[in-house]
């Protein structure tokens, strides 16, 4: 079942907080953005409805229309993040229709599963992680009050020489030695405990028993689109096998890493990790298909083309409700949330197969991004290029001061040279900036500490003439 934290998470999040939390790291596409936040909570909505009409309401699948570059996948891949949702983004040209090569479609799902596990297995272990800390430091104790292991004793007759020779230890001498009084030693142990636990003796090498991650090797030679198949099988042969165990050397900090990590997976129930995973993906699931209008066009009935119904009509089922099985069982897919894109410059959402246009009733359209676009995605999100520059370049001790009129210049000529070439939206800021950046990001170690001022003059030495030029920024920028 699902956590009381989620139901906290998704109560808070009415749609005006989304579309607010969307708006730290997206600029512009409110109509998109409020799609989505309105399908979001539609979810919280429908987990507290009760009685026969909850299985009812299904969710409204959404298509964003847009251009290259203008954040669809990045509004999908937020969205998810503020849900604490399992996420997947194809490509529906990955996939062909069934009897041709290419991906089956049902591994959209098998993916979604994997995810969902790997998150409810991280949630499960921060959860126990106090624990298999505490027991961690215990074994470390043990592991440094544990006496050195000896050298190979001096033989002491013939014997010992004969036993060697066999592969055996030679006999040893039974020497007692003398135990410490309890209260003593457990003084000791509370000390070198504390000592663990503070980071005194990080730096002493320690030897510790770990697991080895290796799975037996099988070579499987599986028809095309029946990977997930062989990786099944490579699972199921590697759970059969007992789990070797070797010894380490390692320092005290890697120990405590090592063995709660360890400690932490042992503690965790895989079945019920397993059972809430499922659940997860299936009343949270966001799965997120794009290049859409790639598989729109009719069957021409030669060419490459012959599949892109077919492919569709693969899909159908999946989006429409179906079961799919997965290494972890089976999977619904009726209430998982599927958002769609696509740039339909030259297809039309009307190409698609009826029965998947109907699969995707929101559609919302994305609008291309201009240069007054780029002046706010370039200084406004969190997570802006700038901000990241000029994080990077200070660790250098290189100042980055950019200058609002150069920032100004910095979006004139990206949007410029989307005019004027193939235009990819916001992904032409990346190419500029690295551009615009790339002798002061090779220099940074022999200048600092230096301070850089970006203005419209060095913004124009550094890329006027690569952006004066069609054809040389056609290939550079």
């Known amino acids: 079942m699902a956590t009381p934290e989620a139901h906290d998470l998704m109560a808070e999040l009415t749609p005006r907080r989304i579309v607010e939390e969307l708006n730290r790291y997206i600029i512009g596409q409110e109509a998109a953005k409020r799609a989505v936040a ?141 135990e410490a009084p309890d209260e003593e030693a457990e003084t000791s142990r509370a000390h070198l405990r504390q000592r663990v636990e503070d980071g005194g003796v990080d730096d002493e090498i320690i030897e510790i028993e770990v697991e080895e991650s290796k799975s037996p090797f099988v070579q499987i030679f599986s028809p095309a689109g029946m990977e997930e198949m062989g990786m099944n099988l490579q699972d199921m042969l590697g759970g059969m096998m007992p789990k070797a165990k070797k010894q380490r050397r390692v320092t005290v900090a890697e120990a405590k890493e090592i063995l709660t990590y360890q400690r932490a997976q042992a503690l965790i129930d895989m079945d019920q990790v397993t059972a809430e995973a499922i659940e997860k993906a299936e009343e949270s699931g966001i799965v997120f298909v794009d290049e859409l209008d790639k598989i729109a066009g009719r069957e021409t009935g030669h060419g490459p083309e012959v599949s892109r119904e077919g492919v569709q009509r693969d899909i159908l089922p999946i989006v429409e409700g179906s079961t799919v099985m997965t290494k972890y069982g089976p999977v619904r897919t009726d209430h998982m949330l599927f958002i769609a894109a696509g740039a339909f410059h030259i297809s039309k959402p009307s190409d698609l197969i009826p029965e998947l246009q109907g699969r995707l009733p929101l559609r919302v359209e994305l609008t291309s991004l201009g240069a007054d676009d780029f002046v706010r995605i370039l200084t406004e999100p969190e997570n802006s290029l700038i901000k990241q520059y000029c994080a990077l370049l200070a660790i250098e001790g290189v100042e980055l001061d950019f200058t609002d009129d150069g920032v100004s210049e910095i979006a004139r000529i990206a949007g410029e040279v989307n005019e004027r070439t193939e235009n990819i939206g916001a992904r032409r800021l990346h190419t500029v900036m690295e551009r615009l950046l790339e002798q002061v990001s090779f220099d940074a170690p022999d200048i600092a500490p230096v301070q850089i001022v970006i203005d419209p003059a060095y913004v124009r030495q550094r890329l006027a003439d690569l952006a004066a030029d069609a054809d040389t920024s056609r290939y550079i920028l």
């Open 38 to 178: 309105v399908a979001l909570r539609n979810r919280h909505r429908r987990r507290r409805l009760e009685g026969p009409i909850r299985e009812e309401v299904i969710p409204k699948n959404i298509l964003m229309i847009g251009p290259t570059g203008v954040g669809k996948t990045e509004i999908a891949r937020r969205l998810s993040r503020l849900a604490a949702a399992p996420f997947v983004k194809v490509e529906a040209t990955k996939f062909t229709e069934v009897g041709y090569v290419g991906r089956d479609v049902e591994a959209i799902i098998r993916e979604l599963a994997d995810v969902a596990v790997r998150m409810v297995q991280s949630e499960k272990m921060r959860e126990v992680e106090d624990r298999a800390g505490a027991e961690a430091i215990e074994e470390i104790v043990e592991a440094l009050r544990r006496p050195r292991r000896p050298r190979a004793p001096k033989m002491q007759a013939p014997l010992d020489a004969v036993a060697a020779f066999l592969g055996q230890r030679p006999m040893e001498q039974e020497t007692e030695t003398p």
